[in-house]
Every structure is written in structure tokens, then in C-alpha cells.
């Protein structure tokens, strides 16, 4: 088994120096995952500090051990392998464009292979029963399809009653007028943008789907500070091409943005 845990930066190595860029006060339990292993599995924002920031407002500390959570678009399993670890819940890692062979290497790595399971599934047809789980997570994924007004109630028949579905998503904070981008993003646009919603959005979306009970709709202070700091630092480091391309486009738009436009929201809901 590797350890993708890192030890208390000491010395003057450049490894130490990557680990102290990245460990946040805010994000003690992310700080102590080796940030190699962060950087070579990222796939968009730094999933372990988001899942992070969603922890206490889902709850995460007050489920039993062993209570099975869903890890919706989990991309490399990062999240559902820092669920296991940090929780102590089974976790069913559900992605569409990782595969579970390539996963479940990750996950034996981690040491967690008998509580994380890989699966191979797209959002609108989920092979679970009813009631399956105690609590679903997703992280930086929910946008790609959950702003249909009738995913919601199909997604939520999977929650025991009282269980909480918890995301973070790429967000503004407040709703653009008009059918343009501000002028000051227009460069760097892509129509896909506009799956990006402000909390209060999200807040009304699940209020009007009668599926849940919204606890929690909020904007992350700061955020997107924190997410130019991780493009800028996988655009340096990360051995692959396309995510080091992607975080400098991504650095791009965030420096012209300042905060402005873009960061995270935070929403959690419980099925009553």
C-alpha cells in the first residue's frame, strides 16, 4: 500500500515546499494527503478541500460508522478514498468517465478496498434500490445534471428517510441578467457556464422540488482565491498534459474575474 498521507513539512525540499503551498488552515484533514497524489488525480477544483468545507454542514462526523454514502461523479475517487479514511462510512464510488478497474487500483493503493466500491454509472440511470443510502455526496459534478427540475426526486428515492444528499458546485453569486456574460469574461465563456448558479438558485430549486428539506445554500468565502491557487499550482506540477492545460486556461479566466463572477456553493438537503 503507497501512503498518501504527507508528513509535517520540514526541511527545504521542493516536495515539503508543494506540501506547505497547499496545506490550508481551513483544510486541516486535506493538508495531511500527500500532494503529489492530489495534484496527479485532479480532474477540476481540489475535490478534497470542498468535500472538506461540505463535512460539517452534511454531517458527515454524526453518521455511524460504517454508514453507506453514495460519492456521485467521483472522478478518481479521491473524495470517496477521504470519505472512507476520515469517516469511516462504505462508500459506492459512482463515475461515468473513470473506470472502476482504473478506480479500484486507486482505491487498493489507499488501503480502503474493502470500503470503497467502484462503479461504472451515469447520473440518470443509477443501478441502486430504493432507500440504499445514509447520506450522497458530490463534489464539483452536480452542475453536469443537476439543474434538471426532475433529477432531484429520482436521485433522493435512493436516501433512507432523515439522509442527506450534500454538493459542491462551481457557483456565482448572484444570478446573471440577461442572455451575455459579463463583458469581462466573454473571452473565456464556454456555453457550459451556465450550469453555474448562485446559492440562492439552488436554494429555490430543491425547496421547489418537494424531494428535500434545504438546510444549507451558501457561497464560499473567498473561494475562488483558493481555486486559482490550485489551477496555478497543477498548471506547475501535474505530469499530464490536459489537466495542466485545462488549470492554465482555468488561472486565466480566474485572474480576470478577481472573485467577481465565480466560486463555490455549498447546498444540502434532507429527505424528510
Sequence with gaps: MSDITSSTPSGDTPHDDLTSRLALPRYPRSSAY???WTIENAMGPHALWLLEWLAPAL???TL???ARVLDLGCGRAMTSVFLAREYGVQVTAADLWITPDDNARRIAEAGVADRVLPVHAEAHDLPFGEE????IVSIDAYQYFGTDDLFLPTLTRLLKPGGRIGVVVPAMPVEIEGDTPPEHLQ???DPAFWC???PAWWRRHWT???AVEVETADWLEDGWREWLLWCDVVAEESTQEFPARMSRENADLLRADQGRTLGF???VGRRP
Excluded at 132 to 135: G, K, P, R
Design 34 to 36: 500527500d500532494a503529489r
Design 59 to 61: 454531517g458527515l462526523d
Design 64 to 66: 455511524r460508522p460504517g
Design 132 to 135: 440504499s443510502f445514509d447520506a
Design 187 to 189: 473571452p473565456f465563456w
Design 196 to 198: 453555474f448558479h448562485s
Design 208 to 210: 421547489r422540488s418537494g
Design 265 to 267: 456553493a455549498r447546498v
